[in-house]
């Protein structure tokens, strides 16, 4: 899909034969100002995209109930998997700084929230005696 949204926006596609030409991938910058025209909605960039008819949609929600549940657990499950491989997780010394940075932290709160509480409770017994 990408590659379909980067051939539309004047970018070369692979299959031209020219394997100079780079793919442009969005940089997160905005790019040089654009000139506006009435149906442009104070420049905020869309993406027309097909919408999907009712019985298109009714038959993809069927596909999605439908079916073994012990297949889609299976699925589900082997997704979960792949996702957490793309985790990067912490090393021993990254966990031990990052859990002590935490409990520091809730430590902090804890007392600085009893210490306003205990204040506002002295305040209101010396004011309503």
């Known amino acids: 899909m990408s590659d ?3 051939i539309r ?3 070369h596609s692979a299959d031209d034969g020219d394997d100079s030409a780079a793919v442009s991938r969005p940089s997160g910058k905005r790019s040089a100002r654009r000139g506006r025209n009435a149906s442009d909605s104070g420049g905020v960039a869309t993406i027309e995209r097909p919408s999907l008819s009712k019985a298109s949609k009714k038959t ?5 109930k439908s079916g073994n549940p012990f297949k889609r ?3 589900f499950l082997r997704e979960v998997v792949a996702e957490l491989r793309k985790v ?5 010394k990254q966990m031990i700084t990052y859990t002590s940075v935490v409990l520091v932290f809730v430590i902090f709160m804890v007392a600085f929230i009893s210490g ?7 305040g209101v017994d010396w ?3």
């Open 4 to 6: 379909e949204r980067d």
């Open 88 to 92: 990067i997780w912490p090393n021993r």
């Open 73 to 75: 657990l299976i699925k």
């Open 116 to 122: 306003m509480d205990l204040a506002f409770i002295k």
């Open 9 to 11: 926006h004047g970018a």
């Open 127 to 129: 004011l309503f005696g």
């Open 60 to 64: 993809d929600r069927a596909e999605r």
